[in-house]
């Protein structure tokens, strides 16, 4: 680890620690998640570069689930392998999502597919990327933002998906909003594997006005969810929401959902469970909820036609006023459930 990442890290984790105890906006599930996680803040440096072995619990994976031998026969791997070929079929091999390798260390957090090493965590970020690269958001989003990208993503956890779309991005900056022990997280993973990044961290001495500065000048910018309001500083050509949304109160989503509607010029994308079984703080469903705020693909009522059921992830595509138009979605979308994977096609496509 050189100086600059030492030095990355000392502030993250001073800024983090500062935080703990500050008024926060996730529901109570989450804060009893962090409560636990709150030694991850006491790892040293060198521990830090296997930093992503303590956020398996963020996508439910454990690293044992991808040693074969403790699978007889392998069925999550028979599927990992199986659903990620049929998530990267149509993609140019720009848009292949990867776990980076744990340095130094006997194991690793996945399995090897055709060279890449991929996990389940890996394989929701593949759904996603592929929905929006096969629904020609991508390339509509590209065209309109030719230079440096921005990109929000609200609940980033480990920072892997942030990390791969840095990667297929190229000129990027990405905007992370977390809860405190989680936005730990998502630093200390992309200060460990994305050396070169410049990473800036808002804290309460971050003047007002100044994000806009950060974007233009970093490609990684932590905001913890008590100073969410600093987002509306900022336009987005993307805003992420994978797998949180469901875990929050209602009223943390709506504001999320509010300012993604005042900020987004391009996309929206949640993948979420209408509500979440241990969260009785989501009063709303997540689907409604995204309606109400944004024009979004597709409707309600067709998830409720395609009697997927309420253990299904949604992919919903929104776009906000700022884009001054419909975005054109077509092509097809990628919902995955009881074991098999099902194309949408959007009206007219
Ligand atoms: C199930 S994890 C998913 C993480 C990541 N999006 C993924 O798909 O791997 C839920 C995430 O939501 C975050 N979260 C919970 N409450 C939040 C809030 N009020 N604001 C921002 N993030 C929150 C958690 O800390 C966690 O990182």
Redesign the pocket.
Known sequence: MNDRQRETLRRLRAVVTGLLDAP????AF?ADI?AFYRYVLTLDDDSLRLIRLHSTY??GHGPMTYKEQHLEPPPHLTFLHERYARMVAKLDPRWYFAEPELKDCPFQYGALHDGRLINL?IL?YQHAIANLVLTGVMAQVEQWSPGRRTVCE?????GC?AFNLRRSLGDVALVL???PV?LFLTGAFLIVNDPEARLAIVDQDTPRGHLAELIASHDYILVA?SMADRLLEGRYDLFFN???FQ??PSA?VRRYLEIARLTTRGAFYSENLRGHAKNPENTDSIDDLIHDHLDAFPDPAFYQAQDVGDEVMRPIIGVGPLVGGSLSIRGELLLGYAGRVVTLRPPGS
């Open positions: 926060g906006t996730e529901s989450w962090v963020w996508g965590d929701r609200i609940g980033s956890g480990s998906f909003v977390d809860i989680s969810d994978l797998y949180s875990e929050m943390t």
